[in-house]
T-cell receptor, first 113, second 111 residues
Framework: EADIYQTPRYLVIGTGKKITLECSQTMGHDKMYWYQQDPGMELHLIHY???????EKGDLSSESTVSRIRTEHFPLTLESARPSHTSQYLCASSELREAGEQYFGPGTRLTVT | AQSVTQLGSHVSVSEGALVLLRCNYS??????LFWYVQYPNQGLQLLLKYTSAATLVKGINGFEAEFKKSETSFHLTKPSAHMSDAAEYFCAVSFYSTLTFGKGTMLLVSP
């Protein structure tokens, strides 16, 4: 079944640790996205990719980085986690066409202590 | 630049009552508009989308939305609320396949 997956679902980690949030999709989509969502707030786009070897920064400045080596995989990395990084991170994918809707993964809730 | 305004961070209805969630947009080009729903601890699920075809769009779970260009609105409605509709709802506008989301409206349904 075509879907989009995120791991881990929940992560509690100490300050200064390096973390990678995984996102994979089996929908054959070219475009992928990372959003940051604080409780009760709207989603903010932090990274997106048009395809392999393409990465772009979104509207919200983020200290995280992303890579796109394979079409189906779009991991997000924080080199040194801080409490200000505590948030929910949502991954999504879509076709390249203008009106293509985005399909979302279940999210990773990150807490940095 | 594109933007979305959702009026009311919380909307409370009784089970069986009409649901109306408001969304106004600003767009420099003809917009593509979306409504998504988010249940607790889950990602977003597409309810419906407007792509310049019919102005009245029907979605999943009995929801529909009407695009009104003169009012720059795309309000979401459902004739009769169910308890299972309690969730957060996000309106979004698309620009070159990048979505701009509203702040969301939490729908509370009481028995």
């Amino acid at each position: 079944e075509a879907d989009i997956y995120q791991t881990p679902r929940y992560l509690v980690i100490g300050t200064g640790k390096k973390i990678t949030l995984e996102c994979s999709q089996t929908m054959g989509h070219d475009k992928m996205y990372w959003y940051q969502q604080d409780p009760g707030m709207e989603l903010h786009l932090i990274h997106y990719s048009y395809g392999v070897n393409s990465t772009e920064k979104g509207d919200l400045s983020s200290e995280s980085t992303v890579s796109r080596i394979r079409t189906e995989h779009f991991p997000l990395t924080l080199e040194s986690a801080r409490p200000s990084h505590t948030s929910q991170y949502l991954c999504a994918s879509s076709e390249l066409r203008e009106a293509g809707e985005q399909y979302f993964g279940p999210g990773t809730r990150l807490t940095v202590t | 630049a594109q933007s979305v305004t959702q009026l009311g961070s919380h909307v409370s209805v009784s089970e069986g009552a009409l649901v109306l969630l408001r969304c106004n947009y600003s767009s420099s080009v003809p917009p593509y508009l979306f409504w998504y729903v988010q249940y607790p601890n889950q990602g977003l699920q597409l309810l419906l989308k407007y792509t310049s075809a019919a102005t009245l769009v029907k979605g999943i779970n009995g929801f529909e939305a009407e695009f009104k260009k003169s009012e720059t609105s795309f309000h979401l409605t459902k004739p009769s609320a169910h308890m299972s509709d309690a969730a957060e709802y996000f309106c979004a506008v698309s620009f070159y396949s990048t979505l701009t989301f509203g702040k969301g409206t939490m729908l509370l349904v009481s028995p």
